[in-house]
């Protein structure tokens, strides 16, 4: 190893400008560093020794990198205890002796121990920030997993109410294609508990007429179950989702007739919401014909109801799909 020269007095690498923000253990260790270090003297291969090593012999003696062992001696990092031991016994040895050292082994280890205990403030705020971001995310995971759980929920109710529309058609298909005539004599059913018998509203039926009647019949049977469904339909939103359907899917006079069933039941609120959405949403025709059988039927207040709100929708979306209620 050939010696480089320098202008510059033996070990002027070792005399390193430790910054402000350098704790203090840190501060007393890379100072005994630099004491060691002084004490360096390296023998080159072809045996020539160098008294006064520079910066970069000293780390190819000492097997550590140039910017390594500068941040040793800065106090910017901390040496492992490995490495701490290794500088000490090189020095000692190339010394004579540890009496020339003014540090001992175990002092500098002890140092080496407090400093690596050393936090500094930057740390302090990290390691705070860190935990507080911590317990944010653990916040949002746990908030993601309720909204993941709360849509499942109500994706799987959307598929049962998709199906019990579905069906709620096919009902209502069928009991078309057996009525050819307004099924005004029709009328609800009281419920009683889980099992209910149909009730005809007291319109008198045309006499001989029993394809009508059993169409009446089928008719307050399908008005009695909305009412249990609506009555016990659980959430808001789901009772209103199932509102719409039923004004959908049903007929004018399935409409009138459930509106009165839930006039009966004391269920105002859902019978209101019903005439509403009726009003709002079907074509002249059908809101006539809903709003004849309630006046049969002495509901005279929600024919009335019926009639306003059609009249304040004019041309509803329902309307011109269905291709009513648009001027001629």
């Known amino acids: 190893m050939a010696a480089r020269s320098s202008s510059r007095r033996p070990f002027a690498w070792t005399e390193k400008e430790l910054d402000e923000s350098v704790p203090p253990d840190r501060r007393r260790l890379a100072a005994a560093l630099q004491s060691i270090c002084r004490h360096l003297t390296v023998t080159a291969p072809h045996g020539a020794v ?11 003696y000492l097997h550590v990198s140039e910017t390594a062992l500068t941040r040793y001696l800065q106090g910017r990092r901390i040496p492992p205890a490995g490495v701490a031991s290794l500088i000490f016994d090189i020095a000692c040895r190339d010394a004579g002796g540890s009496q020339t050292i003014r540090t001992t082994k175990d002092e500098l280890l002890e140092l080496r121990a407090r400093a690596e205990q050393e936090r500094c403030g930057n740390c302090s705020r990290h390691r705070d920030a ?50 050819p005539t307004p099924v005004s004599e029709a009328g609800p059913r009281t419920v009683q508990g889980a099992a209910c018998t149909a009730s005809l509203l007291p319109v008198p039926p045309r006499r001989g007429d029993r394809q009508q009647s059993k169409s009446g019949t089928l008719a307050a049977r399908n008005v009695g179950h909305r009412a249990e469904e609506l009555l016990h339909g659980g959430r808001p939103d ?45 074509n002249d025709q059908d809101v006539v014909r809903a709003a004849l059988i309630l006046h049969e039927q002495q509901a005279v207040e929600d024919a009335e109801a019926l009639l306003r709100t059609a009249a304040a929708h004019p041309g509803s979306a329902l309307a011109r799909a269905d291709g009513y209620g648009l001027p001629r």
């Open 50 to 60: 160098v008294i006064h090593p520079t910066q970069a012999q000293a780390a190819e």
């Open 130 to 179: 860190a935990r507080v971001a911590g317990q944010k995310l653990r916040a949002l995971q746990e908030s993601h997993e309720r909204l993941e759980r709360s849509a499942a929920e109500r994706a799987r109710e959307l598929t049962e109410l998709r199906q019990r529309t579905a069906a709620l058609k096919q009902e209502t298909q069928r009991a078309r294609s057996s009525d």
């Open 238 to 282: 789901s009772t209103l989702a199932l509102l719409r359907h039923t004004a959908e899917a049903y007929t004018p006079a399935e409409v009138a007739l459930l509106v009165a069933l839930l006039r009966t039941q004391g269920q105002d609120d859902l019978a209101d919401n019903l005439v509403h959405i009726y009003g709002r949403d079907h």
